[in-house]
């Protein structure tokens, strides 16, 4: 009997959790409402205030500053899809604060297991709030409890992984990644900087304005798989032009529409890529629009690959 329960514990989570992405939502297209001021992280689904208010950010939005690019604190286009969220990491005029996002994972870890991880994050361009400071010690902790705004998490100088640089680019999007072995049964992730200001380093961009730094968040994955957080997207990124798609709905069930915003002028190709890199579907267009019929796809998350004119554009959907 022993042996049957531990074969079935094995395969339960062999079929959850290897090649698989442990954080639901995890590029924060899924929404249930349009953002239009700050603090509206709660429009976002499954993903929580573990600290303070973070932002939401999506293109659905009708109001000037909560739709990228054109955000109230710097212009960014998300680093996939249609939405990514804020978070301060540093507050000039206001001891040892911090803005945490945090979410529940689909299954807990495993102790004793590896675990890889991977997020993207892009320093806000500024704006007349003053967002012109660079900072470090961006990362990521793990914890065995949910936390929220009247329940903040620590900042108590520890986490699971962190970043000592100051990470200062406001036109590309910068990869955090890294493993470790899990030593309890964690269930939730949340992200930020877990340092406190004795802890923190920082870097004035500019002469004025610099009232905290602020950073977008995009692609959020954790992974027993290896391969899955850094190869899943089966392609290089490169020469990426996202104003020039739009995909939904996303996510998708019966059909996903891939849109032209600019007409292509030669032979595009439009793939559709699982986690795998294999390519499930495959067309050539010189339309501005094409439909894929998605009812038979399987459940989970994919990509869609654009190439034509030397150009490739990647954009994530989620299958339900």
């Known amino acids: 009997m022993k042996i049957i329960v531990i074969l079935f514990y094995f395969i339960l989570f062999y079929f959850n959790g290897i090649g698989q992405n442990l954080v639901t939502n995890s590029n924060f297209e899924q929404f249930v409402s349009c953002p239009n001021y700050v603090d509206q992280l709660s429009y976002c689904n499954n993903w929580y205030i573990f ?28 680093h ?10 540093y507050f000039a005029s206001d001891i040892d604060n911090r803005e945490f996002v945090g979410t529940q994972l689909i299954t807990p ?10 997020f993207y994050v ?49 036109a590309k999007w910068t990869r955090i990644s890294g493993s470790f072995i899990a030593d309890s049964a964690y269930s939730y992730i949340m ?10 380093d920082t870097l004035n961009l500019a002469a004025t304005n610099n009232n905290y730094a602020y950073y977008y968040l995009d692609d959020v994955c954790v992974s027993p798989d ?61 339309e501005s629009e094409i439909v894929f019929n998605t009812e038979k796809l399987a459940k989970g998350l994919y990509l869609v690959k654009v190439e034509g004119g030397g150009d490739v554009v990647l954009t994530k959907f989620t299958k339900e």
């Open 51 to 78: 600290r303070e208010s973070p932002d939401y950010y999506n293109t659905c939005s009708s109001t000037l500053g909560y739709y990228p690019p054109n955000c109230i604190f710097g212009y960014q286009n998300p």
């Open 80 to 89: 996939s899809g249609n939405a990514f969220v804020g978070i301060a990491t």
């Open 226 to 286: 290896s391969l899955y957080c850094e190869n899943w997207l089966g392609v290089k990124e490169q020469n990426v032009k996202k104003d020039d798609v739009t995909i939904y709905p996303n996510p998708c069930v019966n059909q996903l529409n891939v849109k032209f915003n600019n007409v292509p002028n030669v032979n595009t190709t439009i793939s559709i890529v699982d986690i795998t890199g294999k390519i499930i579907m495959q067309t050539k267009t010189t």
């Open 191 to 200: 992200i930020g900087n877990f340092f406190d200001d004795a802890h923190t």
């Open 109 to 118: 870890f495993v102790i004793g297991q590896k675990y890889y991880f991977s």
């Open 122 to 170: 892009n320093l806000s361009g500024g704006s007349v709030y003053g967002t012109t400071i660079a900072s470090n010690k961006m990362g990521i902790k793990f914890s065995t409890v949910p936390y929220s705004y009247f329940n903040p998490a620590p900042i108590n100088n520890t986490a699971h992984f962190y970043t000592n640089t100051i990470i200062t680019d406001t």
